[in-house]
């Protein structure tokens, strides 16, 4: 039985189950991914530096989205 066989009889029999379960579990990941950069960046890059280290965050946001959408338009 392959891992994603249970989900998609749970998607198929209980649709509102199976969105509540998905929601939760990208919650669960941007909290966790959120944090995780909260403590990188802020407390062990820029220690106490919260300009920079907002700045630093804001670049490297922007610098990842145009490098996505030149991929994207790569592909496309």
Not at 40 to 53: K, P, Q, S, T
């Amino acid at each position: 039985m392959a891992l994603w066989e249970p989900f998609e009889r749970l998607r198929r029999r209980n649709k509102v189950l199976f969105t509540i379960i998905v929601a939760f579990a990208v919650i669960m990941f941007w909290k966790g991914s959120w944090t995780l950069l909260s403590i990188v960046i802020d407390e062990w890059l820029f220690r106490d530096h919260l300009f920079w280290a907002n700045l630093f965050t804001t670049a490297l946001g922007i610098g990842l989205l145009t490098l996505s959408g030149l991929v994207l338009e790569k592909l496309v």
